[in-house]
């Protein structure tokens, strides 16, 4: 009945309905195209976000990454203050660093010497090593050179030092302390080196400068060998060092490792390069300054001429 009324009204009734349906199907893929359209462009939009986050990708996997001012200013200025500060306690309060011969009878916390080396001084091989590999680097041949000797050092503390020292157990709120430090030093001095530092290094400081970091490794080395061989292995007492820099001063392996980073701040001539040598200082010249006493008031036969620091002068 509906059918026949409609045949009634339109003769081509059906040719009609035929081209209505035509013309809704059409709308609808027209719609359907609009809204397809509307999808590209906000993933277009969420690929423009990630974009601006992240920086743009290289071979998929190296995030861009911008120096970051402020944290550099921030960390090398704790290093500034600290470093004079932790001095100042050390000098004038006979606070001591507390491992070593002078671990506290009373610390009960001690752990196993070499493992702490390794755990609490990788940090700063680490970190480095993690930025390099996992953002892209404006760093150079120089500035990755640089970096590289910095690796260098960390890579002998943590994984032949550790090895080969006879030291006794170590109290673990140290080796908290040092990993912390590792960790925030390592992050300063990478980052500096891969994502802030100027392109143009100036190549008669850098020579001079590593130059001096290589003596100073050496010597580091060098006397960190002859204060192990004083000794057989499980035993803990002291005996005078002799030999090497040891003729002129008791902390031969702390005057090594300030070179190595006075070295390393000329050649790098930055300010947190210059912060980490001046911490480096503070920390280690006045443990030489009390190992120097110690030797004085053990041994009645200890040399005379030997100085606590510097040849000649500390
Ligand atoms: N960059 C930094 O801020 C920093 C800080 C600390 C140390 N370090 C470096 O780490 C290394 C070790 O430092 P450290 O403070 O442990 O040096 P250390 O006090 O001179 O001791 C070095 C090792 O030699 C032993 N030793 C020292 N004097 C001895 C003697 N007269 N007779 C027999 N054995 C002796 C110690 O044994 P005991 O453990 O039993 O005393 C220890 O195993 C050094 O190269 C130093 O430069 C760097």
Redesign the pocket.
Known sequence: MHTHTHTLLCPRWQECQNRRQAHSEKRERERERERERERERERERARERTRIYSGPRREGTQTKMECRENLVQWLSWILLLGGPLVCWLQLTTERRML???YTKSEDRCLVN?KLVWMIQEVPSLLVPLLLLLSTESRAGVGRSLLLGTFCLHYFH?SFI?AWR????PFPVHIAVKSFIFCGMNGLLQGHYQLHCAPSWQNPVRMAVGLLLFFAGLII?IHS?HL??S??KPGE?H????RGGMFEFVSGA??FG?ILEWFGYAVAVWSLPAAAFFLF?SC??GP?AIH?HRFYQQQFKDYPQSRRALIPFLL
């Open positions: 491992y070593g011969r010497t503390r030092y020292t006879r030291g006794r580091n960190d204060l192990r004083l000794r803990v002291y005996r005078i060092p392996n702390y490792e480096t920390t280690i443990r190992h």
